[in-house]
């Protein structure tokens, strides 16, 4: 299937888009979709898979690099970046979610480098982009971003309780952090380290700060990795982490002290919508597998065809509609990105964040119940993009968040709204 850009944004999009677009297209078709097997030979089993990187994906980098699919995700607003936007971007980021484990690494274009190669490039001093920023965009290593926590409600940053105390010209941090992805890989050499260095701060958002912890300094203990349904996503993983008296020098501070919130919400606001450009291409490929099983000749009920039974053909509609939906939706944020700036289009971000994860949960459940068991084994892809895709409901925010935080915003319309002559009570009895 050639992937079709939406006829509504055809114009917005520059030549060298469509033409990376279509390059992207034919390489997650022909080269990651069909890599993903061998990749889970080569990754193999038990202890090992941890410290192994499949040779497959070496290759497949290197393809992409030759093809110019590289580093797409920075935008335009960066020098380093691949001078596109997010608009653009986002349908790139959509065709790379048909592949979900294997096209975003490959492309050098996958989460959480994604988000910490922006703050270096947003907020990093010259030195902290040569000696980190660097060779993330070269894919010579990788890094992780370590905000939650066990002990406290992490969907609420400020709750955090990991130290950062200026001791001399160091800064000694002291605390236990989970679900930090990439974590695992042998690759990863970097940690950006979200901890509390002024907590008497009367202002709840100037407490935190961010530093850069190299992944082998005495005191980070990596304790173990955390499953989701029974997937340890190895050999990037998602671990529980120790830092226990960590010293770092004080030049490891990104932007300055107290400024900790102010970066993790420029992370998050383009890198939530990388996740849910990614979702429209994980629901694809699902309504994909779910078509493919529903015509199969040899699947037959009762006399008939799966696709010719009503609820399949229900289900289907159901899912074209959302997925389609749930695209311009992602679209829509992107762009305003573009116009406005993350901060500005917050309420478009959030709107994105809440639905598009759950239409692609929507989505493969159908595509699993048509698979029947076969739907919930290995033997199709579909149970472990679930998996996947119910962490984002999690991720980045649980849905809770950014609901309350849309509701806030249309709130703020109300007194607009009541001044304007048109939507003031009518007295229906008198007209």
């Known amino acids: 299937m050639v992937y079709k850009i939406p006829s509504l944004i055809d114009n917005k999009l520059s030549p060298r888009a469509k033409d990376l677009i279509e390059k992207l297209d034919d390489f997650v078709k022909n080269d990651c979709i069909p890599s993903e097997a061998l990749y889970y030979e080569q990754l193999g089993k038990g202890e090992k898979r941890w410290k192994i990187i499949p040779p497959v994906m070496e290759k497949l980098k290197k393809k992409a690099q030759s093809l110019g699919l590289w580093n797409l995700f920075l935008s335009k ?19 790379m979610g048909r592949s979900l484990r294997i096209a975003p690494e490959a492309t050098n274009c996958s989460p959480p480098d994604t988000g910490n190669m922006e703050v270096f490039a947003k907020y990093g001093t010259p030195a902290q982009k040569s000696r980190w920023l660097v060779p993330l965009l070269r894919g010579e290593i990788r890094s992780a971003f370590a905000m939650t926590e066990p002990n406290v409600a992490s969907s609420d940053a400020t709750n955090i309780e990991t130290s950062i105390q200026r001791i001399g010209n160091e800064y000694v941090i002291n605390g236990r952090k989970w679900w930090i992805s990439g974590s695992g890989d042998p690759r990863c050499a970097v940690y950006l380290v979200m901890g509390k260095s002024d907590p008497k701060n009367q202002s709840s958002h100037r407490q935190q700060s961010l530093v850069i912890v190299p992944a082998n300094t005495q ?18 993983g998602h671990c529980e982490i120790i830092f226990k008296d960590v010293r770092v020098p004080v030049e490891n501070i990104i932007l300055g002290e107290g400024r900790g919130f102010e970066i993790i919400q420029g992370r998050l606001g ?12 994980a ?9 493919t099983r529903v015509t199969d000749p040899s699947r037959r009920t009762f006399g008939k065809l799966l696709a010719e039974h009503g609820t399949v053909k229900a289900d289907i509609a159901k899912s074209r509609m959302e997925i389609d939906q749930a695209r311009f939706l992602v679209l829509n944020a992107a762009h305003m990105i573009d116009k406005v700036g993350a901060k500005r289009a917050m309420k478009e971000i959030g709107m994105a964040k809440a639905i598009v994860p759950t239409v692609l949960l929507n989505v493969l459940d159908r595509s699993i119940q048509a698979h029947g068991a076969a739907g919930v084994s290995g033997d199709t892809p579909l149970a472990y993009m679930y998996a ?20 806030k915003l249309e709130l703020r319309r109300a007194k607009e709204i009541k001044e304007k002559s048109e939507v003031k009570s009518i007295n229906v009895s008198k007209l």
């Open 77 to 95: 607003d960066y020098p380093e970046g691949a001078n596109l936007s997010n608009l653009e971007y986002g349908m790139m980021a959509e065709i």
């Open 219 to 236: 005191g980070v203990q990596v304790m173990r990795p955390l499953t989701v349904f029974g997937y340890d996503d190895a050999p990037e």
């Open 270 to 281: 383009p890198g939530r919508i990388h996740h849910c450009m990614r979702c429209i291409g």
């Open 283 to 291: 629901a694809e490929r699902g309504l994909d597998l779910m078509l």
């Open 388 to 407: 996947l895709g119910r962490t984002l409901r999690l991720a980045d925010g649980p849905d809770e968040i950014h609901i309350q935080q849309i509701g």
